[in-house]
């Protein structure tokens, strides 16, 4: 399998994912701007996200997809599919457990993430109706991200990659034909969240088969508890539960910090986020999707040197890609923000103050990506405490950071220090795979890093001088000229960067990485 061609399919299909969830986002830019109400909505669906994050995609991804990996390699097809029956029965009783839980202590859970809005009544009353309409979401994620790990571990990876695509044409339809419609229009985002759930996880069904492994949920979860596998999925999930909470228990103080700050903090945060997250989607989530199961089955075949060589060739693309799309956002923060949000409701003030939280999330975007690189070489290897006690560890330096920064720099020192924060955590996961001999570089990163800072100097050249030429705040009267004027900056920084790259001896071929099925 050409895992260069795999990476280009994912990521074009994240590509119109995070296209499509732009368009969201402008939308509700532009129809509800950066108020209150925003940022109720920001916090109601973060809370099924967080808990999507720690229960599904985070440890549950982390504990399965290396056991299924080895159960298909090793077991065949229907002791595979026992194990995925087993898993799916008991994934699905506690989530109808968690999601009631959730819905009736909607009020607590709001309070404990967000106390700056005990102070706010209807802010809060807004986030606790829309955390009880969404809080479903988290039942129809866990099990998409179980069709995920199974569809991954087969490389089936479109349909995988693809599935978000269907959360953002529902907001988008909630947007723009169910807001009109309802006497608090901030409630369609909340609904449209809860369609989308229901259509990413209908789409999972004829893929899963197409390769024959449709789970079969039983109404009774105490075989699939007495299953080895399922104890072994859930003996892993454990610590990954653990080292996933630290970075989501670090988001969640940020959270209640931010709704403690000025109203719209946590709705400039998370516009900010949404630009990086196509980085970071692009790079990060499609690499470690590719990564997990190539490194899974390697480690299954005991093929070290393989291994090594697959943490190698997805850090040299990370760097390749990431680098440029940190000093894209460190010097288009502006540009970029007026540009995509800068209508209607949403006012210059929120213009500046979204792009300072840019600036600060790009400070440590690398960071992010590289660990989405990193972490799976433990994973996959199946330890899961060393990047336990690794997060936990960058979880208590996010704070010491959010206690320096935020007193100064108000919304912006909280992305700082998630940032920053991601960057140490990617150090101590490099140290920790070269100390136990996991990885071990491969020769021309010295060369490679000096060519690669040379041309992202001259990028970030280009960039500030291109869009020196154009005030980005009054174009608002001129929105078509502004995108135009936004292309325009963006083609010259990629040709600059990827021209000289070229001159000095890059050449898509020497990216290109084969790994056995």
Partial sequence: MNLLKTLATISGMTMLS????????VLIASAFGATGHTDAYNIAFRIPNLLRRVFAEGAFAQAFVPIL????????????????????????????????????????????????????????????VMTRIMFPYIGFMSLVALAGGILNTWREFKIPAFTPVLLNLSSIAGSLLLAPLLKEPIYALAIAVFVGGVLQLAIQVPALVKIGMMPAISLNPLPALRDSGVRRVLINMGPAIFAVSASQISILINSNLASRLQEGSISWLGYADRLMEFPTALLGV???????????????????????????????????????????????????????????????DAVHKTATALIAYGAGLIG???????????????????????????????????YLFVPKLAHAGLALSVGLGACINAGFLYIGLTRKGIYQPQ??????????????????GVALSVAGHFDW??????PVKRLLALALVLASCGIVYFGALLIMGFRPRDFRKVARV
């Avoid at 995070?18 to 986002?25: A, P, Q, Y």
């Avoid at 020769?443 to 970030?460: D, H, Q, R, S, T």
């Avoid at 705040?473 to 001129?478: F, H, V, Y």
């Fill in 286 to 348: 499609a690499l470690g999707t590719i990564l997990l199961p190539s490194l899974s089955k390697a480690n299954a075949d005991g093929d070290h040197a393989e291994y090594s060589a697959l943490l190698d060739w997805g850090l040299r693309l990370t760097f390749l890609l990431a680098m440029p799309s940190a000093v894209g956002l460190a010097t288009l923060s502006e540009p970029l923000t007026a540009s995509l949000f800068h209508y209607h409701q949403f006012s210059a």
């Fill in 473 to 478: 705040i009054t174009m608002q009267a001129t």
């Fill in 443 to 460: 020769k021309g990163w010295l060369l490679f890093l000096i060519k690669l800072i040379a041309a992202l100097f001259l990028m970030a």
């Fill in 18 to 25: 995070r296209i499509t969830g732009l368009i969201r986002d």
């Fill in 69 to 128: 990996a080895q159960y298909k390699s090793q077991q065949g097809h229907d002791v595979t599919k026992h194990l995925v029956d087993h898993v799916a029965t008991l994934l699905t009783w506690v989530l109808v457990i968690t999601c009631v839980v959730g819905v009736v202590a909607a009020p607590a859970v709001v309070y404990m993430v967000a106390t700056g809005f005990h102070s706010k009544p209807q802010i809060f009353d807004l986030a606790v």
């Fill in 368 to 402: 992010l990506i590289v660990v989405k690189i990193l972490a799976p070489g433990f994973y996959a290897k199946q330890d899961i405490k060393t990047p336990v006690m690794i997060a936990v560890g960058v979880m208590l330096a996010t704070q010491m950071m959010n």
